[in-house]
């Protein structure tokens, strides 16, 4: 975003990742956690205009329904769904008021895509993440609102990374992990953001309500 000319404000609640931004010109940092309502309402006092809300915060948790407790459940719908609801809550009336305004938010193939093994929570928020992104994109598309959300396959992040390293053999963790991918590799960070800047640019106007799957063919 920020080299396609846009200003852009990066929120996360790890202040020592969001410092590396600084360097890029036309970006500004906060510590957010979007999990909490006050900080998200107190942010939205600052901010005047806003153009496209991407919603991206996210947790990924292994294992089926029998190795998902109670607090594994709670914790993940709440990052991965509830935050979702907190920032469009909050900031879709600032939208309706300029009758314009754009909402991607963070899906994934392992939802009602794809049935994914030992994805149990995670696909299941992923699936309510394409819901809230359908419901949001039919009830305010007459207002100039459009709402998108994109669903990646495997994407090589530093998340990821840290998965692999944690799983009792990364090497065949790896190997697991690239073997479902049907192009031979993994969709880079890259790649997605194109995906965004897509999706917030006037390029996309005819797009809304959709979930726009960047898997290399993992759902075919």
Known sequence: FAKEGAKVLATDINES??????????????????TKKEQIENLAKEIEKIDVLCNIAGFVHHGT????EEQDWNFTMNLNV??????????????LKQKSGNIINMSSVASSIKG????????TSK????????SVGADFIE????????CPGTVDTPSLQERIRARPNPEQALKDFLARQKTGRMATAEEVAHLFVYLASDESAYVTGNELIIDGGWSL
């Open 17 to 34: 990742k969001l410092q590396e931004l600084k360097k890029y010109p036309g970006i500004q940092i906060r510590v957010l956690d979007v």
């Open 65 to 68: 329904i029998l190795d998902c």
């Open 82 to 95: 509830r935050s979702m609801y907190l920032m469009i809550k909050t900031f879709l009336p600032k939208m």
């Open 116 to 123: 994914v093994v030992n994805r149990c929570v995670y696909s």
């Open 127 to 134: 699936a309510a993440v394409i819901g809230l992104t359908k």
């Open 143 to 150: 207002q100039g609102i459009r709402c998108n959300c994109i």
